[in-house]
């Protein structure tokens, strides 16, 4: 519970929390590296790891190691199959696609994952994936039955059911790189039924004001991956976004 336990201590603290999102398929690891340490400088409370694609073996490894000796904040594998899992790692987001089509990305992968999990340090969290309209690469890679982007409810209803199962957390995706982020009103409408279970927000994050009208309809985090691989500062970048959710 180590890494929960520090994420949940931080919400208590701070109100909000920050993840940035690190796909070590688009850089080398020396650069993930750098990109991890200026986002931990700009106030990021934990990096996530992890890519729909390419994310995995050696790569996956050496990102993991090099961040994990650098960097003094959590780091949490976001694994797009059981291929996306590292020992390396503090913690893993051990996520089923709720509403995909295909058994894999609800269970098979977990089940083909789980081993490796027991046999690691790695701390599993529970967590209900939803991946929403537009959806990007996570959308097709997972056959999602994607949420309409205009239907709450419906977003609603498959949290509810997520937290009936047990999943301590929620993420609503819009997709990497997404046009527009997760609307407020579904947002709201998701954590209405969460209660105190944490609700998890990312996909076309940009900028602080996205990221605060995210975390005040009720996101508890928020995820940003592919500003952090654009800009120039990324120091910066992260701690205009952290400013503004923890504000
Ligand atoms: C828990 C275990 C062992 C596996 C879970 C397997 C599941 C449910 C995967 C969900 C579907 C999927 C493909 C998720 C990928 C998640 C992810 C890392 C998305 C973001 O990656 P980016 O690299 O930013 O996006 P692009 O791939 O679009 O670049
Ligand atoms: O790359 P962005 O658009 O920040 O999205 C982050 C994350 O939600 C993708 O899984
Ligand atoms: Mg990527």
Redesign the pocket.
Known sequence: MQVEAHLQKIIEQDGKVHLT?I?P??QTPERAVEIALAAVEGGTDAI?I??????SGTILDETVIKIKEKVNVPTI??????A??SSYADA??????LN?RDL???IT??V???P??YRSQIE?IS?A?L?VEPG???GW??D?KLIPRKKPDIAAVYALAGKYLGMHYTYL?A???ADAPISPEMIGAVKHVLGENKLIV?GGIRDAITAKLCASAGADMIVT??IVEEVKDVTAKVAEIVSAIKS
């Open positions: 999102l796909d398929a688009s996530m992890g890519g729909s694609t390419g994310a594998l976001f694994p797009g199959s059981s996306g899992l893993v987001f051990f996520m089923s696609l995909s894999g990305y609800v992968n977990q083909l994952g789980a490796l999990v599993p967590m994936y991946v990007g690469t996570v890679i997972g999602a995706e997709g990497s790189g990312g991956g592919t």
